[in-house]
């Protein structure tokens, strides 16, 4: 990481941490809980890169940059309270120590206070690009619980959810970019396309680490996915591949409500055995490379060349 990028990391957790008053001290306390447990900051970061990128550079990015990890972390919280899950980047979540209503009403405080930063901000083509990207994001979290368990959820329905629940903000983030740096139309979709992309590998990459990553490692427990009933692409490419009988086996134990770690073993070998986490991998790596396409008509710079390495840095995490 270079001393600039640095820089901005830096000023992006300042700037979100006076942004987080509250008089009311458990917001105060569960909001920190969750943005002092780590991330990588990816979503402001495309908001700063993508403006610089357009040749804007005022201090007000921060502001941005932090109303839109705001809107990322209220649906962290959300989401752990529907998955009910007991980790988050390997630490307690915050409704395993608070509970669920604490962390609803506290997610619903990042999500106000995230728009109350952009009506300071002042743009309203801002304001309509994540607000419209927060409504997507809601959206697809429907969708995901309405296909819980559904052995017969297939690869449309999944990418579906990833657009909505993952790519959708990461698209909004750099079309924000785009947009404080006056670009023309073909500037705009191009960025905003990386960001949509780019979300995808992400996510893509986020499933294969749900099986294959370790729980030190990856901040929660091993095959997390499966026994929340959700169907990642590793087990639906294997899905796809698998003759008809095998398929019909390897559903029954999606369908099952509790699943033991026997389940898990053979699911993970169906899946090796039919190639579904090469395939997923090679998913991403293309959604990668066309995230980096997306960037070709912008003119060789220190911006583009960052959010470069940032596409390649997501494909090759580990955690």
């Given at each position: 990481?270079?001393?600039?990028?640095?820089?901005?990391?830096?000023?992006?957790?300042?700037?979100?941490?006076?942004?987080?008053?509250?008089?009311?001290?458990?917001?105060?306390?569960?909001?920190?809980?969750?943005?002092?447990?780590?991330?990588?900051?990816?979503?402001?970061?495309?908001?700063?890169?993508?403006?610089?990128?357009?040749?804007?550079?005022?201090?007000?990015?921060?502001?941005?940059?932090?109303?839109?990890?705001?809107?990322?972390?209220?649906?962290?919280?959300?989401?752990?309270?529907?998955?009910?899950?007991?980790?988050?980047?390997?630490?307690?979540?915050a409704n395993s120590v608070w509970g669920n209503e604490a962390s609803v009403l506290v997610g619903d405080f990042l999500f106000a206070r995230s728009f109350s930063?952009?009506?300071?901000?002042?743009?309203?083509?801002?304001?309509?690009?994540?607000?419209?990207?927060?409504?997507?994001?809601?959206?697809?979290?429907?969708?995901?619980?309405?296909?819980?368990?559904?052995?017969?959820?297939?690869?449309?329905?999944?990418?579906?959810?990833?657009?909505?629940?993952?790519?959708?903000?990461?698209?909004?983030?750099?079309?924000?970019?785009?947009?404080?740096?006056?670009?023309?139309?073909?500037?705009?979709?191009?960025?905003?396309?990386?960001?949509?992309?780019?979300?995808?590998?992400?996510?893509?990459?986020?499933?294969?680490?749900?099986?294959?990553?370790?729980?030190?490692?990856?901040?929660?427990?091993?095959?997390?996915?499966?026994?929340?009933?959700?169907?990642?692409?590793?087990?639906?490419?294997?899905?796809?591949?698998?003759?008809?009988?095998?398929?019909?086996?390897?559903?029954?134990?999606?369908?099952?409500?509790?699943?033991s770690s026997a389940d898990f073993q053979r699911v993970f070998s169906f899946i090796e055995r039919h190639d579904g986490f090469g395939a997923a991998r090679n998913?991403?790596?293309?959604?990668?490379?066309?995230?980096?396409?997306?960037?070709?008509?912008?003119?060789?710079?220190?911006?583009?060349?960052?959010?470069?390495?940032?596409?390649?840095?997501?494909?090759?995490?580990?955690?």
């Amino acid at each position: 990481m270079n001393a600039a990028l640095f820089k901005s990391l830096q000023g992006i957790e300042e700037r979100m941490r006076e942004n987080l008053h509250s008089d009311v001290p458990l917001v105060h306390l569960i909001a920190e809980h969750l943005l002092s447990g780590g991330g990588k900051r990816i979503r402001p970061l495309l908001v700063i890169l993508s403006a610089r990128l357009c040749g804007y550079h005022r201090a007000d990015l921060l502001d941005l940059a932090s109303a839109v990890e705001f809107i990322h972390t209220a649906s962290l919280l959300h989401d752990d309270v529907v998955d009910d899950s007991a980790l988050r980047r390997g630490r307690a979540s915050a409704n395993s120590v608070w509970g669920n209503e604490a962390s609803v009403l506290v997610g619903d405080f990042l999500f106000a206070r995230s728009f109350s930063i952009l009506v300071r901000f002042g743009n309203p083509r801002i304001m309509e690009i994540l607000s419209g990207a927060t409504e997507i994001m809601a959206e697809g979290e429907v969708l995901q619980l309405a296909g819980l368990q559904d052995p017969s959820s297939g690869i449309d329905h999944y990418l579906r959810v990833v657009r909505c629940k993952t790519a959708a903000l990461m698209a909004a983030a750099c079309r924000c970019g785009a947009v404080l740096g006056g670009v023309d139309a073909e500037g705009e979709a191009a960025l905003e396309g990386f960001g949509l992309e780019l979300g995808m590998a992400f996510q893509f990459v986020d499933d294969l680490l749900d099986y294959a990553g370790s729980e030190e490692e990856f901040g929660k427990a091993q095959g997390g996915d499966l026994s929340e009933g959700k169907l990642t692409l590793p087990l639906l490419q294997a899905l796809r591949r698998a003759e008809p009988e095998e398929r019909s086996s390897i559903q029954g134990i999606i369908a099952r409500e509790n699943k033991s770690s026997a389940d898990f073993q053979r699911v993970f070998s169906f899946i090796e055995r039919h190639d579904g986490f090469g395939a997923a991998r090679n998913s991403a790596r293309q959604r990668v490379e066309e995230a980096k396409n997306r960037l070709r008509i912008f003119a060789d710079s220190p911006e583009k060349k960052e959010l470069l390495d940032l596409a390649d840095f997501l494909m090759e995490r580990r955690c």
